[in-house]
């Protein structure tokens, strides 16, 4: 779940099944069912239907942590430019860097350092559209010691110049949960 409307959709979907939601909050959901209302494949089946799954797999868990971590860091939260994006994740996990490096590369197929970078290019897509800060602004706010780092991260990542991309009709913004795929 990358998203309150998430939270807002299973907590109606399973409630209308018979599930007790004790706890719902972004990737994670803490649930007692009753056997004879419904059933751990039903639940599956519903998450299933939006695009959810059930993790059983600690590792997974961790990585889903970890992708969780840096959505909040880079989009949900004020970006402190200042705080290095690996000791974020290594004072939020208790874990050294190569270990949720490694981890995550292991189980996804994309490094950690471009899922990130795939995210802040994201977010720099947002701020571009709002159109309330220069790109100057923007490059600092996400963290790039310039705006022709920014710029060339930007057409490395998109294909398309800044400019390129504020004259495009069609943005080509992804949702979080697609950015890992490129979509």
Same mark, same amino acid.
């Given at each position: =779940? ?19 939601? /004790? %706890?719902?909050? =972004?990737? #994670? ?7 004879? @209302?419904? $059933? ?6 519903? *998450?299933?239907? &939006? !695009? ?6 600690? %590792?997974? =868990?961790?990585? +889903? /942590? ?15 430019? #200042? ?10 996990? !208790? #874990?050294?860097?190569? &270990?949720?490096?490694? *981890?995550?590369? @292991?189980?996804?197929?994309?490094? *950690? %350092? ?16 709002? !159109?309330?800060?220069?790109? $100057?602004?923007?490059?600092? #706010? =996400?963290?790039?010691?310039?705006? /022709? ?5 930007? @057409? ?18 992804? !949702?979080? +949960? ?6």
């Amino acid at each position: =779940m990358v998203c309150s409307c998430c939270i807002h959709l299973l907590r109606k979907e399973l409630s209308t099944d018979g599930v007790d939601i /004790q %706890e719902i909050k =972004m990737g #994670m959901i803490v649930l007692s069912i009753d056997r004879q @209302k419904t $059933s751990w494949k039903k639940i599956e089946r519903i *998450l299933g239907s &939006y !695009g959810f799954e059930i993790i059983r797999d600690k %590792e997974k =868990m961790l990585v +889903d /942590q970890i992708k969780q971590a840096v959505i909040d860091l880079v989009h949900n939260s004020t970006f402190n430019a #200042m705080v290095r994006n690996s000791d974020y994740l290594v004072e939020r996990f !208790g #874990m050294s860097y190569p &270990y949720i490096s490694s *981890l995550f590369s @292991k189980k996804e197929n994309i490094t *950690l %350092e471009k899922f990130i970078i795939l995210h802040k290019i994201e977010k720099v897509k947002e701020l571009i559209e709002y !159109g309330e800060l220069t790109l $100057s602004e923007i490059a600092y #706010m =996400m963290g790039y010691s310039s705006v /022709q780092y920014l710029s060339t991260q930007f @057409k490395s990542v998109t294909g398309l110049s800044v400019t390129e991309f504020k004259v495009t009709p069609d943005n080509r913004r992804s !949702g979080l +949960d697609k950015v890992i795929d490129g979509e």
